[in-house]
């Protein structure tokens, strides 16, 4: 039996190309009855997006990169897809009033203003793009209370922290801890793939190696933000924003196997864990579904498989990057707008080889450290200081090399 068009609901994807975007589109594979592909937003990767859209049939496809739409466009001139390009098709797409889903899954500052526009628009949005809240998290919290907007929380700690939390807390009634018996979010990390290897020798790590993750599959500035557990660090402040509560609610505890994705400690003792397969498919099908649950595609747990749990604490010798983000937390918006800012700089910069892994804390530490913290009280001033704190981070590597 066929299902109508207007009964399925319709799904823009932000970042088609990267692994949340096609985790995304399978699980929608695997829900047809319920999903449809209304748009595909991507960067510069042709060869990906045009294999998915000849596959999904979205009615549009929205390249960042000219250059990229003008190629794409040619490739699909015999059929009824449109191709647009830049930011502003981004957000309008983002906003069109025929969808009902965005999944924000475009790495980086780049994915702030779409992400934003579907939120004013009042949209379900299934949040992968932690930088959204990092850069802006009061502006970008109010506009979603203001709104009317649906927010749910993908990235794999966060979706289970939200899972764990009472239903008052997730619907939003109530964001008090004290009142719903709350003690502390306990946010898990797996340490990335140098937990053990010796400190003194984390200054000679190679691109190669901070990009090979033990347990998941990432993209490459993911990969190295997991490395330097930067990632961690943002995923704090994104916490922080989410659950609107203060710093010293949250504890990172690693936890190298990656099964226990974060729990939430109670005023009781008790604790509640999310557990599962280090797949992104369950949190996107949570995200999708919720309140209901959907096939996600993920093999489920076998408990009499699985080894043996083990839990530290973060060794900040190791992940200076990750004390650096909490310090970024408790100093306020600005700090963590440029601290991301600088962090997205030195990365590429460590991807590309100008600069070498242990760099990316130094320049990290050395763009707060010059960087005028003031209120952001908007947008513009936002991406004023996140402007500001890329080019300070561009002229610190400069002056390394």
């Not at 790495?107 to 203003?113: I, K, P, S």
């Amino acid at each position: 039996m066929s299902v109508e068009l207007s009964q399925l609901e319709q799904v823009v994807i932000l970042g088609a190309s990267g692994s949340i975007g096609t985790s995304t589109l399978d699980v929608i594979s695997r829900n047809k009855e319920r999903y449809d592909v209304f748009a595909l937003v991507a960067g510069s990767n042709v060869e990906v997006i045009l294999k998915q859209a000849l596959e999904y049939k979205p009615r549009y496809v929205v390249m960042q990169e000219a250059h990229a739409a003008t190629s794409l466009r040619e490739h699909l001139s015999n059929t009824s897809i449109e191709v647009l390009s830049g930011t502003d098709a981004m957000c309008d797409i983002a906003a069109h009033p025929d969808v009902d889903i965005v999944m924000s899954a475009i790495v980086g500052a780049a994915g702030l203003l779409p992400t934003l526009a579907a939120v004013e628009a009042g949209k379900k949005v299934l949040l992968a793009n932690k930088e959204s809240l990092v850069m802006s998290g009061k502006l970008f919290m109010d506009k979603v209370k203001h709104h009317g907007a649906t927010l749910l929380p993908i990235d794999s700690e966060h979706n289970a922290i939200f899972q764990c939390m009472p239903a008052q807390v997730q619907r939003a009634e109530q964001t008090n801890f004290n009142a719903v018996g709350i003690r502390k979010i306990l946010l898990t990390g797996s340490g990335g793939p140098f937990l053990t290897r010796d400190v003194n020798t984390l200054k000679a790590v190679t691109v190669e190696e901070a990009v090979a993750h033990p347990n998941w599959s990432m993209g490459r500035k993911i990969s190295v933000d997991s490395a330097t557990m930067m990632n961690k660090g943002l995923e704090f402040i994104e916490a922080k924003w989410l659950f609107d509560c203060q710093p010293d609610d949250i504890e990172v505890v690693i936890h190298p196997q990656s099964m226990i994705h974060s729990m939430v400690q109670y005023q009781d003792g008790s604790v509640i864990a999310q557990m599962g397969q280090p797949d992104m498919r369950t949190p996107i099908a949570y995200g999708l579904a919720y309140p209901e649950r959907i096939d996600a595609g993920v093999k489920p747990l076998d408990f009499s498989d699985m080894r043996d749990f083990t839990f530290t604490h973060p060794d900040y010798a190791r992940y200076p990057n990750l004390k650096l983000a909490i310090e970024a937390c408790r100093l306020g918006q600005a700090a963590t707008t440029a601290l991301n800012a600088a962090n997205e700089i030195s990365v590429a910069a460590f991807l590309d080889k100008r600069i070498g892994f242990m760099d990316i804390f130094r320049v990290n530490e050395q763009v707060l450290e010059h960087s005028t913290l003031k209120d952001l009280e908007s947008l513009e001033e936002i991406l004023d200081m996140d402007s500001q704190a890329r080019r300070l981070a561009q002229q610190m590597i400069a002056n390394q090399g």
